[in-house]
Structure formats: C-alpha cells, structure tokens
C-alpha cells in the first residue's frame, strides 16, 4: 500500500529554518517523481517544489527560489525540503506528492499524497 507520511512542520518566526521530511512506504524513489506542494488559508493548493526520478535539475516556485531546497535520500525513501529565511507568507499546510512521468510540477499531475504539516511563520 502506497503511504506518504509528512513530518516537521511547526511554528516558526520569520527568518527562521525548517526542514519538512516525506517518508514513503509501498514505493520506491527509482520509480517515483515527487513533489511538494502546499495550501495557504483561502488558497489553492500551490507547487513548491518537484524532484524527478531520473535526477532532472529540480524545479521551484519563484516565491521560494533560493530560500528552499528539495533533496531525497533514495535508500532511506525519504523526501526532504529545507526552508530557510522562512516567510509569514510561507505559513500553509505542506504536502509531498508522488506519481510516476509527471510532467509539471502541478498537484493536479500527482496521485498519491501525505496528510500534510502545518508550517506557522508568525512573529
């Protein structure tokens, strides 16, 4: 059974790092594009940031350019996105995707998701 668990997420001050993590389970990363994607209040879920499976350069929304990296650890099946110089409008719920020959780093090209973590960046 493919299962995508998200983790790290919290409430943060702005300027500030987290790390949100992406376990999968039931899946492989050799065969797996993934992304993450996230919802502000009121808001359409958005594209962050996409990895491919076979290694492309990846790909990030221009409001997190430089200040986010996505990075995944095929062995340990994990997915990784490094938020630094965080935002308040960063604060959203963050969720990773997976599916097989996406081609845009779009929700609506994924079809298997976690159950999302908050990510709060208040002063």
């Known amino acids: 059974q493919v299962q995508l668990v998200e983790s790290g997420g919290g409430l943060v001050r702005p300027g500030s790092s987290l790390r949100l993590s992406c376990a999968l389970y039931?899946?492989?990363?050799?065969?797996?594009?993934i992304g993450w994607f996230r919802q502000g209040p009121g808001a359409e879920r958005e594209g962050v940031s996409c990895?491919?499976?076979?290694?492309?350069?990846?790909a990030y929304a221009d409001s997190v350019k430089s200040r986010f990296t996505i990075s995944k650890d095929n062995a340990r099946k994990v997915v990784y996105l490094q938020m630094n110089s965080l935002k308040p409008e960063d604060t959203a719920v963050y969720y990773c995707?997976?599916?097989?020959?996406?081609?845009?780093?779009?929700?609506?090209?994924?079809?298997?998701w976690g159950q999302g973590t908050q990510v709060t960046v208040s002063s």
């Open positions: 995707a997976a599916d097989a020959g996406v081609r845009a780093c779009n929700p609506n090209e994924y079809s298997y």
């Open positions: 990895i491919s499976r076979s290694r492309g350069m990846p």
């Open positions: 039931g899946m492989t990363l050799d065969f797996y594009d």
